[in-house]
């Protein structure tokens, strides 16, 4: 088990700011994504406070909703792309994304704008305008 990133160590970490706050009494939904550690911190908290596991664990919808976007825009491949561009030089992933189509070079636009103190400096301008 890899003990940094446990259930258990999180479960932890988590009743002590609970302990230190005084809010166990006030213990209500959690909201996490769907890693398999936050169903083991959730059981290791409920053996220390009155938490109902099935009806606490809430799913983060910000997170359910970047998954289902990824799986729109890039299908199964979106892992083979986070490989891709991982360790990958400013111009290797300029590439690799604008090999994606027009999500790819939308991004690209958005990076190179952002890349630079100027050019954000610029399109900000050009978006205050009147057109």
Not at 21 to 41: C, K, P, R, S, V
Not at 68 to 96: E, N, P, T
Not at 115 to 121: K, W
Request: proline share 1%; with cysteine; hydrophobic share 40%.
């Amino acid at each position: 088990m890899n003990r940094a990133k446990s259930g258990q160590l999180i479960a932890e970490i988590i009743a002590d700011v609970i302990n230190n706050y005084e809010i166990g009494q006030n213990l209500g939904a959690f909201i996490m994504d769907n890693a398999t550690d936050n169903d083991t911190m959730l059981k290791e908290l409920a053996t220390r406070f009155d938490i109902n596991v099935g009806y606490s664990r809430l799913r983060c919808l910000g997170y359910i909703i970047n998954l289902v976007i990824k799986a729109l825009l890039f299908g199964k491949s979106v892992s083979k792309l986070k490989r891709k561009l991982a360790g990958a030089l400013y111009d290797d992933a300029f590439k690799i994304w604008n090999s994606i189509g027009p999500i790819g070079k939308l991004y690209n636009i958005y990076i190179y704008i952002n890349h630079n103190l100027t050019r954000m400096t610029t399109f900000r301008e050009c978006q205050e305008e009147d057109f």
